[in-house]
């Protein structure tokens, strides 16, 4: 019984460290969004351009961060998202 006990606690804390830092990252949800927002944009295409290329860059590094589970890309990823759709909304 311990054993079995001891089992399905590291399973479930492995499965709550798998998923805690998609859960808990805005960007998941945010990037789709402004995605979005791009499409709907009256932006000129040389701005529009402009912007795509830093939002791809803003996503390239948000991957990279939950690739290497790392907090400091993902930080820096949701700065440059928040700068793009900033200009989007304008």
């Given at each position: 019984?311990?054993?079995?006990?001891?089992?399905?606690?590291?399973?479930?804390?492995?499965?709550?460290?798998?998923?805690?830092?998609?859960?808990?990252?805005?960007g998941t949800t945010a990037y789709p969004a402004v995605a979005k927002a791009f499409e709907q944009s009256t932006l000129n295409a040389l701005k529009k351009a402009e912007l795509m290329r830093?939002?791809?860059?803003?996503?390239?590094?948000?991957?990279?961060?939950?690739?290497?589970?790392?907090s400091a890309k993902m930080m820096e990823a949701l700065a440059i998202l928040s700068a793009v759709k900033a200009e989007i909304t304008k």
């Open positions: 019984m311990d054993r079995v006990y001891r089992a399905a606690m590291i399973a479930g804390l492995l499965t709550g460290a798998i998923t805690t830092s998609a859960i808990a990252c805005s830093k939002f791809n860059g803003g996503y390239a590094t948000h991957k990279q961060g939950h690739a290497e589970n790392s």
